[in-house]
């Protein structure tokens, strides 16, 4: 792409894996010793992906989770009931690992409560108010929801067989419009990308205030292959990594300009 592609300013990043940190009240709860806590820090924390999604995005409409996804996995639903992985020990709180052993006891109601008061509810608190604030300047909102998958299927995952493409593209039945989805697989398939359509994995993540209520907030989750842009084995970046965030965000604002 010749010309400097930004995402329009109605758009907010969620950006709910980057982080690496673990309160020391949690990590005592942890089952794992170090060398095992920090293997499984590298298969499931999306390293980079801040940076990677973040070129042209104030940080003011970015939402970065505070906490690793072992802590509290702010992409789930807070009801367990709800969360279709609850079932593999992952739901809103994580009780077993990427290779479905135990991380750790499964917490009380009054320390569940606790976590998700502390770090989950701050946090969509947050995205709510980004997101109500665009509708109010821009009458409308896009939510990219950001993400990064192992190169190779890990045991928790529920499609452990399927392909693995470079570019997942999630959408959600009423917050992505078939216009939308199909300008984000043209932009990166015509970037020489190979692309899935949710899969290996599915869904995008909207605010539960606007969550099936309001068309005006549009959203499409994004996984990039990791293997794409980082060494897996270290999570040190590799290759050209700043030309590759351009390439990306260049697609998405691509997609999002004929989506209009």
Request: proline share 6%.
């Amino acid at each position: 792409m010749t010309e400097r592609l930004t995402l329009p300013p109605w758009t907010v990043l969620h950006i709910p894996h980057d982080s690496v940190f673990i309160p020391a009240a949690v990590r005592r709860k942890f089952l794992l010793t170090d060398p095992e806590l920090d293997r499984e820090l590298l298969r499931m924390t999306d390293f980079w992906t801040y940076a990677l999604f973040g070129n042209g995005i104030a940080p003011s409409r970015a939402v970065v989770a505070p906490v690793n996804r072992l802590v509290v996995d702010v992409e789930r639903f807070a009801d367990d009931a709800r969360e279709t992985m609850a079932a593999r020990g992952m739901g809103v709180v994580y009780t077993a690992t990427s290779d479905r052993t135990q991380l750790r006891s499964a917490p009380s109601p009054s320390e569940k409560r606790r976590l998700l008061e502390t770090w989950y509810a701050p946090h969509h608190r947050r995205l709510t108010r980004i997101v109500d604030a665009l509708l109010a300047r821009y009458g409308r909102a896009f939510v990219l929801d950001c993400h990064s998958f192992a190169s190779r299927a890990l045991p928790y995952e529920e499609n452990p067989h399927g392909r693995r493409p470079e570019i997942c593209i999630g959408t959600d039945g009423f917050h992505s419009s078939p216009q939308l989805a199909a300008g984000a697989r043209w932009s990166f398939e015509a970037a020489g990308f190979d692309v899935g359509l949710n899969s290996p994995f599915a869904g995008a993540l909207t605010p539960m205030k606007h969550y099936r209520r309001d068309r005006r907030v549009s959203a499409l989750m994004i996984e990039v292959r990791r293997d794409l842009y980082e060494d897996e084995a270290s999570g040190a970046l590799i290759g050209r990594f700043g030309a590759f965030s351009r390439t990306l965000v260049g697609c998405l604002s691509s997609a999002l300009r004929q989506a209009d």
